[in-house]
């Protein structure tokens, strides 16, 4: 049996394959060579953490998986807010073939379908991501959606200019050289109608945008 760590997993899951990956999960699903159950989900007490417990197989072959996660509201913001393993079993030997940090693996899985959603449904000269939150998925939104669009802007729209900071400098850390721009979020219809992609992050349940503060061509990533 092997164990993957999230640094295993980012180690060797680029973005362009994990892109390549979600796509054939997609089509394998939509063919039903793919077999998912409807998920469990527990409110925890505090009645913002989440337990959840997901399966799913491969109707063409032996494996299938369990995926057993936690999302909590206090963790420490140096951590994934997903804490979790994924279990691969080979069902026709009766084995655990693997475990995987579900936590890297989901924020991956986030991103790159927001890539597809993209891909297939933004304009092709679509060159500007706004990002809405300033979050760890806010960081996979943006490399992912790069890969995708020839992005040369980034708009960072936050509560909190701290955390946009931060969020900012892991990206240009990480090789981003293009112009990162930090707004507060009550700023954002202020340039609304330049928007091409907008990636949404936040748990926040008020509406920050109508549809006609945007112009006709923006496309949203809506997460969560």
């Known amino acids: 049996m092997y164990v993957f760590s ?21 089509e394998d ?5 793919i077999g998912m159950s409807p998920k469990h989900v527990t409110r925890l007490p ?7 417990v997901m399966t799913a197989h491969r109707s063409n072959g032996t494996y299938a998986m369990i995926k057993s996660i936690g999302l909590f509201s206090n963790i420490n913001h140096n951590k994934n807010a997903h804490q979790g393993v994924i279990t691969l079993y080979d069902y026709n030997k009766g084995e655990i073939l693997a475990i995987f940090d579900a936590g890297s693996i989901t924020a991956l899985r986030t991103g790159t ?25 806010s960081f996979h939104q943006a490399f992912a959606i790069s890969q995708i669009r020839n992005i040369k802007t980034i708009n960072i729209f936050n509560r909190t200019s701290d955390n946009s900071e931060k969020l900012k400098n892991k990206l240009m850390k990480n090789g981003f050289s293009i112009p990162i721009k930090i707004y507060p979020l009550n700023k954002i219809k202020e340039i609304s109608k ?14 920050l945008l109508s549809l006609s503060d945007l112009p006709k061509s923006c496309h949203i990533n809506s997460i969560g």
């Not at 699903?29 to 060579?33: I, Q, Y």
């Not at 330049?194 to 008020?206: A, G, R």
């Open 6 to 26: 999230s640094r295993d997993i980012y180690k060797n899951l680029p973005y362009t394959k994990c892109i390549e990956l979600m796509q054939q999960c997609f």
């Open 29 to 33: 699903l939509g063919s039903e060579l």
């Open 46 to 52: 505090d009645n913002k953490s989440l337990l959840g």
């Open 113 to 137: 379908t927001s890539a597809l959603s993209t891909k297939y449904l933004s304009h092709p000269d679509a060159s500007t991501l706004s990002l809405i939150g300033a979050g760890e998925q």
């Open 194 to 207: 330049e928007l091409d992609i907008i990636s949404i992050s936040t748990s926040s349940p008020t509406p």
